[in-house]
């Protein structure tokens, strides 16, 4: 039975390989792996305690045994890596990957992922291999870095680059700064100022692939398919729009909430006539795009329109020079609310047809506000504040502005606070309410928002003791 079958019932397969073997290895190579064993079983020894780990050393040691782990994590993919150079795993299987899985008794998704990263630092990534064995990074952030940063030539270049400001380098540095899913936006964000071509045939590609399949089946209809980022967003944005909070004793999935907002979606066309009589309406989706930007798009247009050539679509046939990544064109380039990066192909069709709202940033990304005052905030102001806050800012918290309300930093009536955007900030519902009944204070601070306890003590990124977000 070869390793590509899986354990069923009444099916023999190959059994699994587990536990080291310490004969086939240097003498100091045996005690690393020894000690390694004896750390192990010490640190499990705590887990049989009876109570003598209290809630604050158990915080202790779960995020020393995290750290631990990460390293190590990155260790064991490295080792992989020597693993494949040297062939050896050929003896027993027929890929590195499905060798790795039984040898390291994990699945074959974790196995693919740590090949993946092995090779990946070992071939393209060092600068992010030395600090993530030296623990300044953490495995997960190795991993986005891995899968997204060197997957084109181009983007293989400008990691190297020395003429470019957003180089292997400064990715490290964003790795040590941002949480594992913050980077994965930055690292698109990369990915896409690095290689803009790339994102575009990606999307052409996708645009191709776009199928949905509604089909009876016993008892309901089976949906399966594949969106584009555009058309995914909108449904996303729809969906949540129209799917109502659970209430309290809701024992629904969010997966069962969305099933029945796709109804919701479904009867509100058919009862309110939007379908069959002309274009409906678009859907409110909202791109943040900087002015410079907007201005290349026009250019775009304009060179379209009098036959000038563009940068194309057609497949690169050699690795060109490295574009000129700033930061500011990184972390700061076309994107959909959530963060994701918006292909140029699609922000040429977006700034077609889609209306413009334009927001003012000032130096320290406070929003410059005009208008009269007045006690609720108003759509526009409300737009500014998502465009600004993104998500929910209580620390920890990522609700997304469907789920948020705007809420007035300094109080309207208590401490005669206005209703400017500056004065503003998103907070998902529960952490609205949590704010106003523990006597939360929230003051800006740079580019941050700061929250602070009624003892005045600053609040950490993680949330409140019953760690539920709206």
Known sequence: MDDDESALPGVV??????????????PEVAELLAALEAVADAAASLVRSDGRVDGREAAVVAAGVAAATSRLGVVQARMLAVVEADGIWSVESRSLVRWAARRLDVSVRTAQAQVRLGRTLRDDLPLTAAAAARGEIGVEHAHVLAALAP???????????????????????????????????????WAAAADTDAD????????ERQHLQVSPTLGGYHVQG???????????????????????????????????????????VLDKGL??????????????????TLQAVNERAIARQNGLPLPGLAPATT??????????????????????????????????????????????????DVGRAERTFTRARRNAIIARDRHCRFPGCSAPPTLS?????????????????????????????????????????????????????????HRPDDDGAA
Not at 239 to 267: C, H, I, M, S
Not at 275 to 290: D, F
């Open 405 to 461: 309300d705007c809420h007035h930093v300094r109080h309207w009536a208590r401490d005669h606070g206005s209703t400017s955007v500056s004065n503003g900030i998103l907070l998902c519902w529960h952490h609205h309410t949590y704010v106003h009944t523990r006597g939360i204070e929230i003051h800006r601070q740079g580019a941050r928002w700061v929250f602070t306890d009624a003892a005045g003590r600053e609040l950490s990124g």
């Open 275 to 292: 379908a069959g009589e002309g274009r409906a309406s678009r859907p409110r989706l909202n791109v943040l795009v900087s002015y410079e």
């Open 151 to 189: 997957t084109t030539e181009r983007r293989r270049v400008a990691l190297s680059s020395q003429d470019v400001e957003c180089d292997e380098a400064w990715l490290v540095r964003q790795a040590k700064l941002n949480t594992v899913d913050d980077l994965r936006t930055v690292v698109r964000h």
């Open 319 to 368: 690795a060109q020079s490295a574009p000129l990544l700033r930061a500011q064109s990184v972390l700061h380039g076309p994107q959909f609310e959530d963060g994701t990066p918006v292909p140029r192909i699609l922000l040429d069709r977006l700034a077609c047809d889609g209306e413009l709202n334009r927001v003012i940033f000032g130096p320290k990304s406070e929003v410059l």
């Open 13 to 26: 397969t190959s059994p699994r390989v587990t536990g080291t073997d310490l004969s086939a290895v240097r």
């Open 200 to 207: 575009d045939r990606g999307y052409v590609q996708a645009y």
């Open 226 to 268: 594949f969106l584009t980022v555009d058309v995914g967003q909108a449904l996303v944005t729809a969906l949540e729009a129209v799917t109502p909070v659970p209430a309290a004793g809701d024992t629904t999935t969010a997966d069962q909430r969305r099933a029945r907002a796709v109804g919701v979606l479904a009867n509100l």
